[in-house]
């Protein structure tokens, strides 16, 4: 009797894993993401997609982390406490010439850079130019020698391109949150800074701040050319993709459908999603409704902002030692995304 009993408890246990395991195979795991935010430019089209539950329909559960600036976003990629992360190429491209694991940009997110120099407010009758910016505190996203964000590269730019000493400027971190900064709009910590959207519109429109450059300036963007350079990509480890290529192209297809969806889409529908109210709501439509090529319709890379990516690449970082190894291709893997003309 004992002997029966005992098989019945084998034959249920086995019944019970049986159930459970197809349960258990169907929750794929979460993905780990970092991407600079929250609530900017770079950030809403991955919260879209968790919010919309548009990653989990793409068997990749995303498990968003919000950093300070591209640089943190390397970082935290480099010592694999995420799986992907999202932020601009031109920082990517240094990080790989200096050193360490190799990274790749696998889909593109946006397709019109925004990145807007401001000043703060009270500053207005002083500063009117670019060349106006010496002997002045200018904020950047993040603040690394090795992992020099886009923002650094692009404020470094200017200032060569308008007779600027670089060591006549003090570059701070100021973040990629609207809190940092407008806070460092407010404590005077900053006189200018290179922003994201929506942020700067917002700056603007709260009195805190003016506009003294944009990349989405047609006369601006003419003025300094290489400024149309591709942004924000989704970027993993070259290892980790040929170790998990099916993860990679589960991200691509996340991405590519999100993009999908806010094309396809008016702004206030974007708004209403993510459940944006008042001056946060204005500012981003704002932006929405100014350069509605802001984000890449399909993911896919597009070989004339490649080009331009790497032209600008070379021009802001003329003094690096390792410039002469630059290779694009070995940097963007498009077999999921594609590219585009």
């Not at 794929?28 to 430019?41: D, E, I, K, M, Y």
């Amino acid at each position: 009797m004992h002997r029966r009993h005992a098989l019945l408890s084998v034959v249920a246990t086995a019944g019970a894993a049986a159930l459970t395991a197809p349960a258990r195979a169907r929750t794929p795991r979460a993905a780990a993401l970092a991407v600079p935010g929250p609530r900017n430019s770079v950030s809403l089209p991955l919260e879209l997609a968790q919010r919309l539950g548009l990653d989990r329909d793409a068997g990749l559960p995303l498990r968003l982390s919000f950093v300070g600036g591209g640089g943190v976003a390397i970082q935290e990629l480099r010592v694999r406490n995420v799986e992907f992360a999202v932020f601009g190429m031109p920082a990517m491209l240094r990080a790989n010439l200096t050193g360490g694991p190799h990274m790749v940009a696998l889909a593109a997110i946006d397709d019109l850079p925004l990145y807007t120099l401001v000043v703060r407010a009270d500053l207005r009758g002083s500063i009117r130019r670019v060349r106006d910016l010496a002997g002045r505190t200018l904020g950047v996203h993040s603040n690394a020698l090795q992992a020099k964000t886009t923002s650094h590269q692009l404020a470094e730019f200017l200032l060569r391109r308008n007779e600027v000493a670089l060591d006549s400027v003090k570059f701070v971190a100021a973040g990629q949150s609207w809190e940092t900064q407008s806070a460092a709009m407010r404590s005077r910590s900053v006189d200018a800074s290179m922003c994201d959207e929506p942020f700067a519109t917002r700056l603007q429109d709260e009195g805190l701040a003016f506009r003294i450059f944009s990349t989405g300036d047609p006369q601006d963007a003419a003025a300094n050319p290489g400024t149309g350079f591709l942004r924000a990509v989704l970027v993993a480890l070259k290892d980790e993709v040929d170790a998990a290529p099916e993860r990679a192209a589960a991200a691509v297809r996340l991405v590519q459908r999100v993009l999908g969806w806010i094309a396809s889409r008016p702004p206030e529908q974007f708004a209403d999603a993510l459940a944006m109210q008042g001056a946060e709501r204005e500012a981003m439509l704002a932006v929405a409704r100014a350069y509605p090529r802001q984000y890449s319709r399909d993911g896919r890379f597009p070989a004339g902002q490649l080009a331009e990516t790497e032209a600008f690449f070379r021009a802001s970082n003329a003094d690096l030692p390792q410039l002469a190894g630059l290779r694009l291709a070995d940097m963007v893997f498009d077999r999921w995304a594609g590219r585009r003309p």
